[in-house]
C-alpha cells in the first residue's frame, strides 16, 4: 500500500486540532535539497509533496511539531522549531 | 536576578523538579509552551508505579486522573505473513495498588503541574523558550518567544524530546536519525462494556496489549500497543525512524487490519490521530548537565527502549535535578562542578542502567543477529519476555538486566525452537 501526501491528509484531517501559528515550524532550504523525497514520504500527516525535484511544504496547517522530517532528510535541507506559545497542535484525549 | 531555577516544559520531569525546588522554598518558574500543561503532549500512556510512592508519596492522590488500573501485559506474536499469532501472559493478580495506570495526558500533566503549584512554584503557561541567555559559557535564563528575557541561577531543560533548550544550552547537536523512534497513536472511542469484554476484564482482571512482529514493523524494530481506557481505546505503533521504509500510517493501518485488532476495535471510532517521535539512545546519553544548566527526563535522552517506557526516568531525573539544584543554590555554586552531582545521581540509578541494557540488546541484536525475520522475532521476544518478568517481579532495572542476561545465555534457544515449530505446525 502506498499513498500519497494528498490521501494521507484526507484520512488524517479532522483528528486532531491546530491553534493557527505565526512560526513556520519546518521549512525546506531549497538550496540544500536533493528532492530525495524522505520527507514526502514518511511524514505522517502529508505536511510535504515533491515539486520540480525539490521538497515543498503543501500543507503547513497539518503539521504536528513531530520533527521526523528535520530527522530523517539525509542532507539537514529542513529546518525545525516549536511555534509561539499557546499555539500548534494541540489534543485532547479526555 | 528573576528566579532561583527556571524550568521549561511542564511534562513529567519539569513538575517535579519544579515541584520538589519549590518545597525547599526556591523561587522558581515553571515555563510551558502549551495553554495548558499536557495539550500538546502524547504518550500510550502507562505509567508503571513500581516504587513510585516510595520516592514520591504525593503521587498517590486519590485525585489523580486516571483511565484505568492495569495489572498486567499481555503479548501477542504475529508472524510474518501478519495474521497467526500466539499470546504470552504476565501472570499478575488484581492489587492495590496496580501495576500501572493508563492515563490521558491533557488531565494527567495539568494534575502535576498542580502539585508544583501548590508548592509554591509559578506557572507560565502559552510560553515558548526560544533560546537561552548566556555569560561566558555559563547559562544564566532563557528568551520567551515574544522576546522577553528571565534570568535564573539555574535552568532545568525538560522540554521533550525535541529539546531546543538543550541545544541552545550547547548540552548537544541535532540527534542522528539512529536516535529517534516515531510512534504514531489513535485514539479509539468506545464503550466501557466493549471494552470490559475485548479485554477479557471479566474477573477485574486489566491489561494492556502489547503487539510484536507482524507486518506493520518497518525494518527490524517496532511494536504496536492497545491500551485500554475507561471509554477509549489507545492504539500505537513504535518503529525506529533509522529502519522507516513506509510511511507509519501505513503500517498502522497493517495493524489495523489484523483480525483480532479488527475484533477487538468493533464499534469503535478513531477520534484522535498523533505523531510524535521517541529516543532510542543507541549512541548513549547526551551530555546532561553544564554551568547553569540541567537537562532532564526526554530533554536529557532517557528512554528505556526496551519498553518503550520514559515517564518513570522522567520522574526520577527530575528530582535528581531538584535536589542538586537545591544544594548548588545553598552553596552558592551553579557552575558544571556545583551541577555535576546531577550526573552522578542519574549515573547511579536505575536511568543508567536502563540506558546501559538498551543499549546493549541493541548492539547485541545487530550484530549477532543478522537474519532480519527472525531477528525482529527475537527482538520482541526479548522485550515481551523482559516486560513480563519485570512487571511481576516489580522491578524496572536490576531486575530486567539480569533476565537478560540468563535469557540470552539460556532461554534463547528455547525461544527459537518454540517459535520454530510454531512456524510451522501453525497457530
Ligand atoms: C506515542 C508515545 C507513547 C508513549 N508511551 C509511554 C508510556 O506508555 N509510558 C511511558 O512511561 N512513556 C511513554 N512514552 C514516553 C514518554 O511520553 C516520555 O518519555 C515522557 O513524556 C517524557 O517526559 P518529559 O517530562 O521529559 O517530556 P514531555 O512529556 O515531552 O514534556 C515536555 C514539555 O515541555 C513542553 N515544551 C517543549 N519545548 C518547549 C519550549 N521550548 N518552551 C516551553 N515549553 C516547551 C512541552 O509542551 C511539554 O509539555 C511514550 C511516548 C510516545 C511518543
Known sequence: MKITPAELREKVKGLYEVIPRETEVVKVL?????GCGKCADLCPVGVYEINEKKAEVVAIEFCQECGLCYHVCPVGAITFTYPEGGTGIVYKWA | MNYDVIVVGAGPAGSVAAKLCADKGLKTLLLEMGREP?????????????????????????EMPITRNVYSNTHYWVFPDGERWFKTEAVGGVVTPPRAVNVYRDLWDPWLASKAMDAGAELRKS???????????????????????????????????????????????????????????YDFESTPEHIEVAFNMADGQVANESWYGGTWSSGRTGYCWLFPNYDSISVGL??????????????????????????????????????????SCKNGVDKTCADGIMAVGDAAGFTCVVEGCGIPAALWSGKFAAE???DAIASGDVSYSGLKAYETKWKNSFIARDMAGSKKTSDWLYKTVGAE???????????????????????????CRSLMEDFIQSQLPRYLKLYGSLYEEGV
Open chain 2, 324 to 326: 542538586t539544584a537545591i
Open chain 2, 373 to 399: 525475520g527472525i531477528g525482529l522475532f527475537i527482538q520482541h521476544a526479548i522485550e515481551g519476555w523482559m516486560l513480563k518478568h519485570g512487571w511481576s517481579e516489580g522491578g524496572h532495572d536490576d531486575a
Open chain 2, 238 to 279: 513504535f518503529t525506529l525512524l533509522s529502519d522507516l521504509k513506509e510511511n507509519p500510517f501505513v503500517l498502522m493501518q497493517r495493524f489495523l487490519e489484523h483480525p483480532l485488532v479488527k475484533t477487538k476495535l468493533k464499534g469503535a471510532k478513531p477520534r484522535y490521530y498523533s505523531v510524535r517521535n521517541l529516543n
Open chain 1, 30 to 34: 531549497k538550496e540544500e535539497c536533493n
Open chain 2, 38 to 62: 499536557g495539550e500538546k503532549n502524547c504518550s500510550g500512556t502507562t505509567i508503571p508505579l513500581f516504587n513510585l510512592y516510595e520516592d514520591f508519596p504525593w503521587i498517590n492522590d486519590p
Open chain 2, 127 to 185: 510560553t515558548t523558550v526560544w533560546d537561552v541567555i548566556k555569560e561566558g559559557d555559563a547559562v544564566c535564563g532563557v528568551v520567551t518567544h515574544t522576546g522577553e528575557k528571565i534570568r535564573s541561577g539555574v535552568v532545568i531543560a525538560a522540554d521533550g524530546l525535541n529539546s531546543m533548550v538543550s541545544i541552545k544550552a550547547g548540552l548537544r547537536d541535532k540527534r542522528r536519525v539512529d536516535e529517534y523512534g516515531v510512534c504514531v497513536k
